[in-house]
């Protein structure tokens, strides 16, 4: 197939295995288009929600800091590890308690994974060009564009933003999967390459 370079052992076995779950990326990539059009449809409520399930996640990741301090013992770490923990749940609760202003805060956070999490996909797909390599390419320079955007328009649009670029980049995210599932489906059944 002309599609598919010739590649290592290792990486034409990967791709013989895809092959037979090729149905689990296409799941995957149309459910993330479908949160993706929910998000862009709704995107205060999903800035909001974001917000308010990280604000979550923190208080609960620092209870189980605090609790594992103490479930440790006496230990030279204790006092550092109780005190992180403090400063998880305190932070989570700030963000609870203000979802406005904790959006204006950690928009910068959400550009940075952008920026970041993209230039690794870019840097994967010209790597290991797998089957619709081209699409993770591209998925990769939407979310650098996006974490750019987001970070020239911060504090103003910082309420809907989020909810605008987080579904944006699942349409995309979820395109990349769909793709991936299609180019492994087609694969032979045999590649010897």
């Known amino acids: 197939m002309s599609e598919v370079p010739n590649l290592p052992p290792e990486i034409r076995h990967e791709l013989h295995e ?4 090729w149905w689990w990326f296409l799941l995957l990539g149309v459910g993330l ?4 059009l929910f998000a862009l449809g709704a995107s205060f ?7 308010v399930f990280f604000g979550l996640l923190l208080v609960v990741g620092g209870a189980v800091q605090i609790a594992s301090a103490f479930w440790a013992g006496r230990w030279s770490g204790m006092l550092l590890s109780m005190l992180l923990g403090i400063f998880y749940v305190v932070t989570g609760m700030l963000m609870i308690d203000a979802p406005i202003e904790a959006m204006q805060a950690i928009v910068l956070l959400i550009a940075a994974f952008l920026i970041v999490g993209g230039l ?7 790597s290991v060009r797998f089957p619709a390599w081209g699409w993770q ?4 320079a939407v979310s650098v564009i996006l ?14 933003i989020i909810g605008l670029f987080l579904g ?9 999967w769909v793709m991936l599932s299609i180019g492994v489906r087609s694969l ?5 390459g």
């Open 18 to 21: 895809l092959r037979k779950e």
């Open 188 to 192: 032979p059944e045999s590649y010897d």
């Open 33 to 36: 288009i479908v949160l993706g």
């Open 137 to 140: 390419l591209l998925s990769g």
């Open 120 to 126: 690794f996909r870019i840097v994967a797909a010209l």
């Open 168 to 176: 944006i980049e699942l349409i995309f995210s979820g395109w990349y």
């Open 147 to 160: 974490g750019l955007m987001i970070n020239k328009g911060w504090p103003d649009n910082s309420v809907f």
């Open 45 to 51: 409520i999903t800035s909001l929600a974001v917000v």
